[in-house]
């Protein structure tokens, strides 16, 4: 499980990137993602650094 859940972080990031550049390429009125999660069906949670 942990595999999967260090592909779903990897994207997630890369997904927190396209945001950031898309705002400031595009001059964008939203706001960069403040916090991202990943939410799972099982009993246990972690916080990463990144």
């Given at each position: 499980?942990?595999?999967?859940?260090?592909?779903?972080?990897?994207?997630?990031?890369?997904l927190?990137?396209?945001?950031?550049?898309?705002?400031?390429e595009?001059?964008?009125?939203?706001?960069?993602?403040?916090?991202l999660?990943?939410?799972?069906?099982?009993?246990?949670?972690?916080?990463?650094?990144?």
């Amino acid at each position: 499980m942990l595999y999967k859940d260090r592909k779903l972080c990897k994207n997630l990031l890369k997904l927190k990137e396209l945001i950031e550049k898309n705002i400031k390429e595009r001059d964008l009125k939203m706001k960069e993602p403040k916090f991202l999660a990943v939410i799972t069906g099982i009993k246990y949670a972690y916080t990463r650094e990144d």
